[in-house]
């Protein structure tokens, strides 16, 4: 087993935010180093992204704006371990492509988004080690995906007005879902 591949039994599986809450749209800060409550961070994020069987999972989707996220390349038929990318920066992408995409902070919302086809990422691993990945498909659109949520983006905002329409009661419904969840 490598450092950066943390068994999911270490971790707590907290509670994923849903859509409206304020911490979707913040913009995550830069971690200096990997202290055991970062450490601690991220087997939670990768505990609860596993449970969730999700592709990735940012940081603030767990309430915590710092700029990691973890990644399942297993969802994405990738043979890698689960991974956490501290820091993460865009190295380079290429082509574009579209195709269905989804997020565990919108429950049951599955929408087009056009993506690049392959991406280059560079962060720091669990281990505090620096890290290069290079991906393709549904792990290259995980990987964006992730990246944008630590700015504060979500993949709704890559919908045309006519689809964010379409989804506007679903939205709602989920603010209200959860403003109660926060109380
Ligand atoms: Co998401």
Do not use: W
Not at 8 to 20: A, K, S, T, W
Not at 28 to 33: E, K, L
Not at 121 to 140: F, H, N, P, R, Y
Not at 141 to 170: M, N, P, T, V, W
């Amino acid at each position: 087993m490598s450092a950066g591949d943390i068994p999911r039994e270490f971790g707590n599986c907290r509670r994923i935010v849903l859509y409206g809450n304020p911490v979707l749209r913040t913009i995550a800060r830069q971690i200096h180093s990997v202290t055991p409550e970062i450490a601690q961070l991220l087997t939670d994020l990768q505990a609860t992204m596993m449970r969730k069987d999700g592709v990735g999972l940012a940081a603030n989707q767990i309430g915590v704006p710092l700029t990691v996220f973890s990644l399942n390349p297993q969802a994405a038929d990738c043979d890698r371990p689960p991974t956490c990318i501290i820091n993460p920066q865009i190295i380079a992408t290429e082509g574009e492509i579209e195709n269905e995409e989804g997020c565990l902070s919108f429950p049951d919302i599955f929408e087009v988004v056009k993506r690049p086809e392959m991406v280059i990422v560079k962060g720091i691993d669990a281990s505090g080690k620096e890290l290069t990945l290079q991906a393709t498909g549904i792990l290259a659109r995980a990987i964006i995906h992730e990246y944008e949520h630590l700015q504060g983006i979500l993949f709704i905002d890559h919908l045309s007005e006519l689809r964010r329409k379409l989804l506007e009661s679903r939205l709602k419904e989920l603010i209200e879902e959860e403003q109660k969840a926060c109380g």
